[in-house]
C-alpha cells in the first residue's frame, strides 16, 4: 500500500527523471504540438525579456519564468479568435526565450579568468562568448527543468549575428532620422569599471562621506573699477574672494565659473583686511565655517557688512581659478536658475566638465568644457598645467585625489574649511564603487525628440499593476539624451568610421558599408581585421572602439518579432531598464520596420513582479547570502528530512523531493505585484497544498469507474458540479487576469472544502456499496484543467495514472490540450436545473455547515465514531414568511439525499412539533444553530435509531445482522 502521501513515490522519482531528462535538447514536445496545431493568425505572444548569461539562477529567475510560463498555458487552454477554423480551436502561443549576453559583468569574468595575461580586445571577446555560452545552456537546463514551455530550440541572444544584424539596423534607421550623435559631455563615469554608466547601472548610496570645502576664490582687482562697487573701493584694504561650497574638491580643477542667482541678495563682509562675497541668507552659516576655520582670523562678535547686492549686479565680476596655472585667464560670475538660497554659500562652482546642470548652463553662456581626468579617475597633465606632475601622482578621484588638490590651494588661504559631509552619491551597480561624473566624447540617442510620442503610446498599454504606468512615464520624461556608447570590447561596435584627424563621420551610408562588411565577417572582425584593411577604410584603428550600451542590444529584442507582443513580464526594475530602452528603440525606429509591427510601444501588456525576499523580509542578494537556489526547493532540502523507522532512519537523512511543482504553486501563490516572499514556513504550506492535490487526484485515480458515465446523477453530484463550474469560471477569471494567487485561493477552497469535506465524503458510501456512480470523472478533468498552467508536472503524471478503460477512450484529450471550456460532462444527463440547484446549494452548505460541528461535539464527547452512528434533525420554524417556506421547500425537495448528503444514517425535518419537548428521550442530543437567507434555524444530533447494516454501516438495518434495505438488493442483484 503506499502512505497518503506517498502518491506513487518511487514512480514519481521515476517520472521526474524520465521527464527532466528529455530537457536536454530535444523540442518541447507540447510547444511543438500546439505550434503545429494551432490556428497561426490569433498568436498570443509573450515576448522574453533575456536574463543575463551569467551565473547561476535564482529563485527571483524562476519567480519570472514560471509566472511567463503560467501566462501562456493559461492561453493555450483558451480558444483563440482565429478565422481560418470555423470550428472552436485553442489558441497558439508564441515564446522564444532569449539571452542577454554582452556587457561588462562577463567581460570582467573574462579579464578574471585570465588572471595576469593582458588580454588583447579580441582575446576578451572570445573568452567573454564562451563564458555566456556555456551559461546559456546551464540556465536553459535549469528553466527547462521547472516545467517552463517554450521554443527551446529558436532560442536567441544579444550576440547572435543575427541579433546582431537587426540592432544595428535599427541603429541605422537612428542614424538616418539624425538620432544619433556623438558629444563631448558629461556623463556618469566608472572609474573602477572604466567605462561610462546609464542612469539604470547606477546605485544610489545613502551615506556616502565626502570631504567638503568650503573655497575662496580671487575676484579680480577691476571689481573696484565697476559702478556699483564704487562706495567699496575705500573701504577694503586687501583683496575680494567669492566664497563657494564644493563637495566635490577634486572638481576645482576644472571649474570655469561661478554662479550666482540674480534674484538673491549678496553682502560683502569684512575678513581681515580681506573680504568675502556670500548669499545674503549663507551669513550665519559662513560665520560658523570661519569660527572652526584655523587658517583664518574668524571676526569677532559679529559680521561687518561692508555692502548688499542684487545677485545680478554681480554679472560683471571676474575671478581666477588658481588651479589653471600663471597663465590663467579671467573666469565669469554668471547667473544660474538653480543657485538656492539654503545651501552652501549662495554661489556655486561650476565645472561643466563634471556636472549636468554646471554643463547646461555654461553651455548657454559659450563656457568651454573641462574634464582633466583619466578613465580611471586619475588627473591629466591638465589638470595643474604649472606642475602637472603634482596631480598627476595623487591617487584616483574617488581614492582621494582631491586631498592633493586642496593642498595645492592652503597656501594661499584659500582653503577656508574641510567637513566630512555625508550624503547620497551614485555607485557603479556592478563594481559597489562611487561613480564620477566626467565629460567625455560619447555618442547620444536623441530622446527628447520622440519623448511625446513615446508617452502618448503607452495611453494604450496595460500595466499590471497599475502604478508601473508612472513609473515608466517619469523615466521617459527624465531623460532626453541616451549615452549609447560604451568603452568596452564586449559587446556590439557602434558603426562608425574616423577619417585621420579623429573626426566621426556617421550617416546611412557609412553604417550601411560596415553593416556589409560585418555580416560577411561578424563582428569580432571590427576587432580582429588589420588596421589597414581596405574592407573597413576609411576607418583609423584605435581611435574608438566603442561598444553600445547593453541596454541598446536588450532594447532592441522587439526585432525579433514580426508584430506587437501581448505581454511582457519583468522585474520592477526593468521600468528604468529594459521596459524603456525597448520603448525607446521601438519609437525612435519608426512604423517603417514592417507593415506587420503596429506604431507604438512593443507591448500591449506590460506586467511587473517585485523581488524575492528571505524570511525576515530582507531582498535576497549575493552580498547577504541569503539566496535562495531553485534547486533547493524542487529536492526538498529547504525543509526538515523525512522521518523514518528502522535502519532507514540510521542513513543518511531523506528529503521529500517536491520537484517543480512546488516552486510553481510557490510563483502561482504569489502576489507578485509586491515582493515576495520564500522561506520555510511558504515552503511548508506549498508542501501541504501539493500533498492534498496528490491525495485527492490519487482517490479520484482510485474511485473513477466507468459505470459512473451511465449511472443516474443524485442531487449531490449536481451540487459538486455546479461547485465545479463556479471554482473554475472563478480560477479561469483569476488566471487570465494574471492574477495566478487568487486563482490558486479559490482552487484551494474547492479541494479542501467543496471536494475533500463535502463530495467525496458524501459519496463513500455509494462508491463502496452503491452504485458506484457520481461525478467523479468530470471533476477529475476539471481538477487537471484548474492545475495544467500551475502544476502540468502533476497533471502528466496523474494523466499517465488514469485507469485503463480510460486510456481505451481515445475521445479523451490529453489535459493540457483540454480546452478550458470544453464542456466536462452531457448535458443531457442533467436531471436538475443549475440554476435552480444554484439557489439551493447555499441552504443545503448552511446545514452542512452546521451537522459537521454537532458531529463534533457528539464524537469529542465520545458518543459517536463513525459520522454514520448519528440521526441528524433539522427545525426550521414554519411559518408565513417567504425565506421560511422557501428554505422548508428546498429541504424538502431534497429530503431523501440529505442523509448522504451530511453522511450520516437518517435525517428528519421539523420531525417533533414542538422542538422543545422531551417528547423523544436520546442519550445524546447536541444542537448548532445556523442562519441562511435571514432564517435562524438549528440542527441536533442525535443517537441512531435503527441498526448497523454490516455491509455499508450505516444504521438502516431493521434489526441486528440484517443488511440495509438498499444493500440487500445490491447483493440479490449481483
Ligand atoms: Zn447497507
Known amino acids: 500500500m503506499l502512505s497518503a502521501d506517498g502518491l506513487f513515490r518511487t514512480a514519481r522519482d521515476l517520472f521526474l527523471r524520465a521527464v527532466t531528462s528529455t530537457y536536454n535538447d530535444a523540442p518541447d514536445q507540447f510547444y511543438e504540438w500546439q505550434r503545429q496545431s494551432r490556428p497561426?493568425?490569433?498568436?498570443?505572444?509573450?515576448?522574453?525579456?533575456?536574463?543575463?548569461?551569467?551565473?547561476?539562477?535564482?529563485?527571483?529567475?524562476?519567480?519570472?519564468?514560471?509566472?511567463?510560463?503560467?501566462?501562456?498555458?493559461?492561453?493555450?487552454?483558451?480558444?483563440?479568435?482565429?478565422?481560418?477554423?470555423?470550428?472552436?480551436?485553442?489558441?497558439?502561443?508564441?515564446?522564444?526565450?532569449?539571452?542577454?549576453?554582452?556587457?561588462?559583468?562577463?567581460?570582467?569574468?573574462?579579464?578574471?579568468?585570465?588572471?595576469?595575461?593582458?588580454?588583447?580586445?579580441?582575446?576578451?571577446?572570445?573568452?567573454?562568448?564562451?563564458l555566456a555560452s556555456n551559461t546559456v545552456v546551464k540556465q536553459m537546463k535549469a528553466f527547462r527543468s521547472f516545467g517552463i514551455m517554450g521554443d527551446w530550440n529558436q532560442k536567441w541572444t544579444t550576440m547572435d549575428t543575427a541579433y546582431e544584424m537587426r540592432q544595428l539596423r535599427l541603429f541605422q534607421k537612428m542614424v538616418k532620422k539624425g538620432l544619433i550623435y556623438l558629444k563631448f559631455k558629461p556623463v556618469y563615469w566608472s572609474p573602477s569599471s572604466q567605462t561610462a554608466l546609464a542612469e539604470a547601472e547606477l546605485e544610489y548610496k545613502d551615506?556616502?562621506?565626502?570631504?567638503?570645502?568650503?573655497?575662496?576664490?580671487?575676484?579680480?582687482?577691476?571689481w573696484r573699477s565697476l559702478p556699483q562697487f564704487a562706495s567699496l573701493r575705500d573701504k577694503i584694504k586687501g583683496e575680494l574672494y567669492a566664497v563657494i561650497w564644493t563637495t566635490t574638491p577634486w572638481t576645482l580643477p576644472a571649474n570655469r565659473a561661478i554662479a550666482v542667482h540674480s534674484n538673491l541678495k549678496y553682502c560683502i563682509i569684512r575678513n581681515g583686511a580681506d573680504a568675502l562675497l556670500v548669499a545674503e541668507s549663507r551669513l550665519d552659516t559662513l560665520a560658523q565655517v570661519l569660527t572652526k576655520a584655523d587658517s583664518i582670523r574668524p571676526e569677532p562678535q559679529q559680521n561687518i557688512v561692508y555692502g548688499t547686492f542684487?545677485?545680478?549686479?554681480?554679472?560683471?565680476?571676474?575671478?581666477?581659478?588658481?588651479?589653471?596655472?600663471?597663465?590663467?585667464?579671467?573666469?565669469?560670475?554668471?547667473?544660474?536658475?538653480?543657485?538656492?538660497?539654503?545651501?552652501?554659500?549662495?554661489?556655486?562652482?561650476?565645472?561643466?566638465?563634471?556636472?549636468?546642470?554646471?554643463?547646461?548652463?555654461?553651455?548657454?553662456?559659450?563656457?568651454?568644457?573641462?574634464?582633466?581626468?583619466?578613465?580611471?579617475?586619475?588627473?591629466?597633465?591638465?589638470?595643474?598645467?604649472?606642475?602637472?606632475?603634482?596631480?598627476?601622482?595623487?591617487?584616483?578621484?574617488?581614492?582621494?585625489?582631491?586631498?592633493?588638490?586642496?593642498?595645492?590651494l592652503k597656501p594661499h588661504g584659500d582653503v577656508l574649511l574641510v567637513e566630512k559631509?555625508?550624503?547620497?552619491?551614485?555607485?557603479?551597480?556592478?563594481?559597489?564603487?562611487?561613480?564620477?561624473?566626467?565629460?567625455?566624447?560619447?555618442?547620444?540617442?536623441?530622446?527628447?525628440?520622440?519623448?511625446?510620442?513615446?508617452?502618448?503610446?503607452?495611453?494604450?498599454?496595460?500595466?499590471?499593476?497599475?502604478?508601473?504606468?508612472?513609473?515608466?512615464?517619469?523615466?521617459?520624461?527624465?531623460?532626453?539624451?541616451?549615452?549609447?556608447?560604451?568603452?568596452?570590447?564586449?559587446?556590439?561596435?557602434?558603426?562608425?568610421?574616423?577619417?585621420?584627424?579623429?573626426?566621426?563621420?556617421?550617416?546611412?551610408?557609412?553604417?550601411?558599408?560596415?553593416?556589409?562588411?560585418?555580416?560577411?565577417?561578424?563582428?569580432?572582425?571590427?576587432?580582429?581585421?588589420?588596421?589597414?584593411?581596405p574592407a573597413w577604410i576609411p576607418r583609423v584603428f584605435q581611435a574608438r572602439d566603442d561598444t553600445m550600451d547593453v541596454w541598446f542590444d536588450s532594447g532592441s529584442s522587439w526585432t525579433m518579432m514580426s508584430r506587437r507582443a501581448d505581454v511582457y513580464l519583468e522585474g520592477s526594475d526593468q521600468h528604468r531598464g529594459w521596459f524603456q530602452s525597448s520603448l525607446l528603440t521601438r519609437i525612435a525606429a519608426g512604423t517603417e520596420t514592417g507593415a506587420t509591427f503596429e506604431k507604438g510601444a512593443p507591448f500591449k501588456q506590460l506586467i511587473t513582479h517585485g523581488f524575492t525576499l528571505d524570511e525576515e523580509g530582507k531582498k535576497m542578494s549575493k552580498s547577504i547570502g541569503n539566496i535562495i537556489e531553485p534547486q533547493q526547493v524542487m529536492d526538498g532540502t529547504l525543509l526538515p528530512p523525512i522521518k523514518r523507522k528502522g535502519k532507514a532512519a540510521k542513513g543518511q537523512p531523506a528529503y521529500d523531493a517536491l520537484g517543480p511543482d512546488a516552486l510553481r504553486i510557490w510563483a502561482a501563490s504569489s502576489d507578485y505585484t509586491r515582493d515576495v516572499v520564500l522561506s520555510v514556513p511558504v515552503l511548508q504550506s506549498i508542501h501541504t497544498a501539493l500533498i492534498k492535490y496528490r491525495t485527492t487526484l490519487k482517490?479520484?485515480?482510485?474511485?473513477?469507474?466507468?459505470?459512473?458515465?451511465?449511472?443516474?446523477?443524485?442531487?449531490?453530484?449536481?451540487?459538486?458540479?455546479?461547485?465545479?463550474?463556479?471554482?473554475?469560471?472563478?480560477?479561469?477569471?483569476?488566471?487570465?487576469?494574471?492574477?495566478?494567487?487568487?486563482?490558486?485561493?479559490?482552487?484551494?477552497?474547492?479541494?479542501?472544502?467543496?471536494?475533500?469535506?463535502?463530495?467525496?465524503?458524501?459519496?463513500?458510501?455509494?462508491?463502496?456499496?452503491?452504485?458506484?456512480?457520481?461525478?467523479?470523472?468530470?471533476?477529475?478533468?476539471?481538477?487537471?484543467?484548474?492545475?495544467?498552467?500551475?502544476?502540468?508536472?502533476?497533471?502528466?503524471?496523474?494523466?499517465?495514472?488514469?485507469?485503463?478503460?480510460?486510456?481505451q477512450d481515445t475521445s479523451l484529450?490529453?489535459?493540457?490540450?483540454?480546452?478550458?471550456?470544453?464542456?466536462?460532462?452531457?448535458?443531457?444527463?442533467?436531471?436538475?436545473?443549475?440554476?435552480?440547484?444554484?439557489?439551493?446549494?447555499?441552504?443545503?452548505?448552511?446545514?452542512?455547515?452546521?451537522?459537521?460541528?454537532?458531529?463534533?461535539?457528539?464524537?469529542?464527547?465520545?458518543?459517536?465514531?463513525?459520522?454514520?452512528?448519528?440521526?441528524?434533525?433539522?427545525?426550521?420554524?414554519?411559518?408565513?414568511?417567504?425565506?421560511?417556506?422557501?428554505?422548508?421547500?428546498?429541504l424538502g425537495k431534497h429530503a431523501d439525499e440529505l442523509a448522504d448528503l451530511f453522511v450520516v444514517s437518517t435525517v428528519y425535518i421539523n420531525r417533533a412539533q414542538d422542538a422543545n419537548s422531551s417528547t423523544h428521550s436520546a442519550d445524546f442530543s447536541f444542537r448548532e444553530e445556523f442562519e441562511v437567507h435571514g432564517v435562524k434555524a438549528y440542527v441536533e444530533v442525535r443517537p441512531p435509531e435503527h441498526t448497523k447494516c454490516p455491509r455499508c454501516w450505516r444504521y438502516v438495518a431493521p434489526r441486528e445482522d440484517t443488511l440495509c434495505s438498499r444493500c440487500e438488493d445490491v447483493v440479490q442483484t449481483t
Open 310 to 408: 542684487e545677485g545680478s549686479h554681480l554679472g560683471g565680476l571676474e575671478y581666477t581659478n588658481r588651479l589653471r596655472g600663471k597663465a590663467a585667464p579671467a573666469q565669469p560670475i554668471i547667473h544660474a536658475d538653480f543657485v538656492s538660497a539654503n545651501s552652501g554659500s549662495g554661489l556655486v562652482h561650476m565645472a561643466p566638465g563634471h556636472g549636468f546642470d554646471d554643463y547646461e548652463v555654461c553651455n548657454n553662456y559659450g563656457i568651454p568644457v573641462a574634464a582633466p581626468i583619466d578613465d580611471m579617475g586619475r588627473f591629466t597633465k591638465e589638470a595643474f598645467p604649472d606642475a602637472p606632475e603634482v596631480l598627476q601622482g595623487a591617487p584616483s578621484v574617488i581614492e582621494g585625489g582631491g586631498r592633493k588638490v586642496l593642498d595645492l
Open 421 to 533: 559631509h555625508q550624503h547620497k552619491y551614485p555607485y557603479d551597480w556592478r563594481t559597489k564603487k562611487p561613480v564620477v561624473i566626467r565629460a567625455t566624447e560619447q555618442w547620444f540617442a536623441d530622446v527628447a525628440s520622440i519623448k511625446e510620442e513615446a508617452l502618448d503610446s503607452l495611453t494604450t498599454v496595460r500595466f499590471v499593476p497599475e502604478t508601473g504606468r508612472k513609473r515608466l512615464e517619469s523615466f521617459v520624461k527624465g531623460r532626453s539624451e541616451w549615452c549609447i556608447s560604451r568603452q568596452r570590447a564586449w559587446g556590439v561596435p557602434i558603426p562608425a568610421l574616423y577619417d585621420s584627424t579623429g573626426v566621426a563621420i556617421v550617416d546611412e551610408q557609412v553604417v550601411e558599408h560596415i553593416i556589409s562588411v560585418i555580416q560577411e565577417r561578424g563582428t569580432h572582425a571590427w576587432w580582429s581585421d588589420a588596421p589597414d584593411d
Open 699 to 807: 482517490m479520484l485515480l482510485g474511485s473513477m469507474h466507468e459505470s459512473a458515465r451511465t449511472a443516474p446523477l443524485t442531487a449531490t453530484d449536481q451540487v459538486a458540479l455546479v461547485q465545479l463550474q463556479d471554482t473554475m469560471d472563478e480560477v479561469g477569471k483569476a488566471f487570465d487576469n494574471h492574477e495566478f494567487y487568487k486563482g490558486y485561493n479559490a482552487l484551494n477552497r474547492w479541494v479542501n472544502n467543496d471536494l475533500s469535506a463535502f463530495y467525496l465524503e458524501a459519496l463513500k458510501d455509494r462508491l463502496y456499496c452503491g452504485d458506484g456512480g457520481g461525478v467523479l470523472e468530470p471533476i477529475f478533468h476539471g481538477f487537471l484543467r484548474m492545475l495544467a498552467p500551475m502544476t502540468p508536472l502533476l497533471v502528466e503524471e496523474s494523466w499517465e495514472h488514469r485507469p485503463e478503460w480510460m486510456k
Open 207 to 222: 551615506d556616502h562621506v565626502s570631504h567638503a570645502a568650503w573655497i575662496r576664490f580671487p575676484v579680480t582687482s577691476d
Open 813 to 890: 484529450m490529453h489535459p493540457l490540450q483540454q480546452l478550458y471550456i470544453d464542456p466536462l460532462i452531457d448535458t443531457n444527463r442533467l436531471n436538475i436545473d443549475p440554476l435552480e440547484l444554484r439557489n439551493d446549494i447555499p441552504i443545503l452548505m448552511a446545514v452542512h455547515g452546521a451537522v459537521k460541528p454537532a458531529l463534533e461535539q457528539a464524537r469529542s464527547a465520545g458518543h459517536v465514531g463513525s459520522s454514520l452512528q448519528s440521526t441528524v434533525e433539522i427545525y426550521v420554524p414554519e411559518t408565513n414568511n417567504e425565506n421560511h417556506k422557501f428554505v422548508l421547500s428546498v
Open 40 to 130: 497561426s493568425d490569433d498568436t498570443f505572444v509573450l515576448h522574453d525579456g533575456p536574463p543575463y548569461a551569467n551565473g547561476s539562477l535564482h529563485v527571483g529567475h524562476a519567480l519570472n519564468k514560471i509566472l511567463k510560463d503560467m501566462i501562456v498555458r493559461t492561453k493555450v487552454q483558451q480558444e483563440s479568435q482565429s478565422t481560418l477554423l470555423l470550428d472552436i480551436a485553442g489558441r497558439r502561443v508564441e515564446y522564444i526565450p532569449g539571452w542577454d549576453c554582452h556587457g561588462l559583468p562577463i567581460e570582467l569574468k573574462a579579464l578574471e579568468n585570465a588572471k595576469e595575461t593582458k588580454l588583447t580586445p579580441l582575446e576578451i571577446r572570445k573568452s567573454a562568448r564562451n
